[in-house]
Every structure is written in C-alpha cells, then in structure tokens.
C-alpha cells in the first residue's frame, strides 16, 4: 500500500477558531483522513513534538499553521514546521496578516506587562512577580518563552507557500485548499487561495446599493436596527467590504452584521487601512467644513476599526519586510 | 553632532501649484517634491508609504476651496487628511507630520518656504520613530 501524504495542523498565537474550521467540515473530513496521514494536530489529537523533530526535512506534505507569532516558542515551532515540510499555508487572518491579537501592536511589552501582572483590577501581585524566561528555583532552572515586543505575522519568520485567509477560513475553502495542494493543482507560489474580488462584488445587497451615497455621520450597528436588504454603507454604518477580498460566503452580511475585513486585502492593494480610510471620507458628505472633524469623529477609534485584522502587516506597522502585493 | 535635517515629503496639485514655473528648475530647490494631478489623486497609501520610507513629514498642496478642477478632489482630501491624522496618532505618528494647505500659487515661488516652515516646525518634534 503506497504511502499516505503527511499533514501537520498546528496553532501558535491563535485562539483555536482556526481549528473548529476545521472540525466544521465534518463528515467531509473522514473520507479525507483515508488518503491522509494526521501528524500533528494539538487540538484534536495527542502527539510529541519529539516525534515531529525525528523526522525527516520535508516529510511533511502539507502543515497548516494558524496564528500569529508572538513569542520564541511559536517561532521555533514554526520554523521546525517549515523545515519538515514540503509546502506551509498560512492559516487564518493571525498567520496572514497578524489578525485581531496584532491590536496589541498599538500599545508596547511594556504596557501589556503591566496591565496584565500589575494593575488590571482582579490582579494580585503583592510581589510584583514579572514573567522571566529563566527563573533558578532550588538550582532547577524553569524556562518559559520569550515574549517578543510585537505580534508578527508568520512570513516575518518562515517562508510561506499559499495564504488562506479569514476570521476563521471557512470550510469549502479549506477543503478547495487541502485537495489541490494534494493534487498538486495549484497556482503560483505566495497565492491566496481564496477568490480575487472584492465583498461587494459578491454581496447580496449589492442591487440595493445607491449609486449615491451622502453619509452625513457613521453609526455603530449595535446602536440600530439596521435593515436586512440594504446597503451598510448606505445606511451610514461602517461596512469594510468595498476593500476586502472574498470568499467568505458574506456569512458576517447574510446575518445582518457588517463585514469587518478579516479576508484583508484585494489582490493589487498593499495593507488595506489606506483604502478603507479613503472609502470612508470620500463617502462622507458634509455641508460645512467646520463639521468634518465633527462627523469624521463619529467613526469610533478608527485605527482599531481600519486595522482590525492587519495592523502587524500594515505599511505603518512593525513589519521588517516590504510587503509584496499579489498581482 | 550634526544638525538634524527633516525630510519633507510634499506632494502638490498641478492646477493651483507652480503650473507657470519651470519643473526643472523648481525642483532643483525642492528634494522630494511629487507633482500631481490633482490632491484628490494622493493616495492615502502614498502618504503612509513616504512615511514608512523614513519622510519626517508630509505636506499637501491643494487648491482653495471651490477651485478644484475636479470638483471636489481638494474636499475629498481635505477630509481624509482628518482621518488619517487620528489614525496615525494611534501608531505613534504625530499628526503634525502630516499638513495640508489650500491656496494657489501658479509660479510655485511660495513652496519653498513652505517646505521651509513645515521643517522648522519638524524639528522641534525631532525625527520620526523607527517603523
């Protein structure tokens, strides 16, 4: 009997929504296990990491790895991963583009640290205790990992083959993503592997939109009932789809929600804030101009909202590398 | 210790600004200066982007209110200017490093010194962070 195909499914600074994704293919995931063999997947299955660093480079078919990378343990990891694989996909919006854990990167170590160990309300620390990545304990040394002074996303650290984006990917993308990496079906290196339009090509709303649109303030959507059929937008409630790719399936529109842009960026754009930010004010009409900061101060902290799944990858952000935009 | 010399990134609408001067000439005097259509062609990306380049500053000319050649290009940056001041004080980026102005100068004479002023004003702030 050939060989099965080995696939890895690992998390680093992930909150496991990526996984669930996962698990949500349900019975489509058992005629899959026939023809692959499950290595590593911490969440659903116990394995050794021991056994992954005894195996040979390039082992691995295909590891899927979800979350951004915050500390040495998830760097190390990553790059073990890398090296025993053949191809890795950046799962999820943490390992494309820092995701929403990459908010961190408005505030530093620093500041985190001591909100965390120091002043939140329920914290008791008569010692004043910080995290140390060593710490001498009756000349036993315990070690925990380094947290980075950033949130980083993966390609910072490995080379990536395919990005599947999403807060988390939904099911038939990863299926379409799993079987044609396993067919070899694939398109050029450093792909998305979600389609290249926009939301608002794909929306349902999109017949209903204006041709129009005088937004006089921005409204939060908790704060009305927002019609079903309508465009956000035209309702003056902030909806990121006219720069964020697709393939959700809308599924944040479809339950009267607005999109938020965890897919990140259209192909041909670099960091999707810039975009959002124009959309935004071009949208906005204002009759007097002593009322624009008035009315653009009516989108509520717009870094957060603008850069809610990409700060760590933005053009202002603390990434290390120029960010390549897919053609 | 050398004097600390900001960079002054300024982009500039061809139909109010120095569209009677001599290109050349004026940009001898002038370092990092990008000629554009029109302000509401600016995109926000290259703002950011001259930033990230290590600009200490960013400085906009449009033309006055009710001159666009567009109709409403000055407006449009003018409120988008707004926003991404807000946006960049969440990165760490004093909004003051980015300044629009809506006048019209033909010959281009006043860009100079106004680059000028923007650099005296940059140099109290001091040098932009490390991004």
């Known amino acids: 009997m050939p060989k099965k195909p080995k696939v890895a499914i690992y998390w680093l600074g992930a909150c ?33 990491y021991e056994e992954i660093r005894s195996m040979q480079d390039r ?24 090296k025993k694989s053949q191809t890795v996909l950046a799962f999820g919006s943490c390992a494309c583009f820092g995701g929403s854990p990459g908010l961190a990167n408005f505030t530093t170590k620093e500041d985190i640290f001591n909100w965390v160990y120091r002043d939140a309300p329920t914290v008791v620390n008569p010692n004043g205790s910080y995290p140390q990545t060593k710490t001498d304990i009756d000349s036993k040394i315990l070690t925990l990992p380094e947290f980075f002074e950033n949130v980083f996303t993966l390609d910072e650290f490995i080379d990536v083959d395919y990005y599947l984006p999403g807060c988390p990917p939904p099911p038939d993308l990863i299926s379409n993503a799993i079987n044609s990496v396993l067919s070899g079906d694939l398109p050029p290196k450093g ?30 959507i908790h704060t009305v009932d927002a019609d079903p059929d309508t465009c956000f937008l035209a309702q003056g409630i902030i909806c990121l789809g006219p720069a964020t790719r697709t393939g959700c399936g809308e599924s944040c529109i479809r339950v009267n929600v ?4 965890c897919f990140g960026p259209v192909p041909s754009v670099v960091g999707s804030g810039p975009k959002f930010l124009s959309t935004l004010t071009s949208l906005l009409l204002v009759e007097k101009d002593e009322d624009i900061e008035d009315a653009i101060d009516s989108i509520d902290d717009p870094a957060g909202y603008l850069y809610r799944f990409t700060q760590p990858y933005s053009i202002l952000g603390k990434r290390s590398h120029k960010i390549d935009m897919e053609d | 210790m050398v004097a600390f010399e900001p960079k002054v990134v300024c982009f500039s609408c061809n139909f109010g600004w120095g569209f009677l001067c001599d290109k050349d000439d004026l940009s001898k005097s002038i370092k990092y200066w990008i000629p554009e259509i029109c302000s509401g062609k600016i995109d926000s990306r290259h703002i950011f982007q001259a930033f990230r380049a290590g600009a200490d500053g960013v400085l906009i000319l449009g033309c006055p209110e009710g001159h666009c050649h567009y109709q409403d290009g000055n407006y449009q940056t003018m409120k988008k200017v707004y926003l991404m001041q807000k946006v960049m004080k969440a990165f760490g980026i004093e909004p003051e490093r980015l300044s629009m102005n809506m006048s019209r100068d033909p010959e281009g004479k006043n860009i100079p010194s106004l680059i000028q002023e923007m650099k005296e004003r940059l140099i109290k702030l001091g040098p932009i962070k490390k991004m």
């Open chain 1, 191 to 220: 792909s998305a592997l979600t389609p290249r339009k926009a939301i608002c090509d794909t929306c349902p709303r999109n017949k209903n939109k204006p041709t129009h649109m005088d937004i006089k303030k921005y409204i939060r």
């Open chain 1, 16 to 48: 496991a929504g990526c996984d669930e994704s996962i698990v949500d293919l349900n019975e489509a995931i058992l005629p899959l296990t026939e023809v692959i063999d499950i290595v590593l997947w911490p969440i659903a299955i116990d394995f050794k």
């Open chain 1, 258 to 261: 607005p999109c938020r842009g």
């Open chain 1, 59 to 82: 082992e691995i078919a295909l590891c899927i790895l979800s979350g951004s990378v915050r500390n040495s343990d998830h760097q190390e990891m990553a790059e073990l991963l890398r």
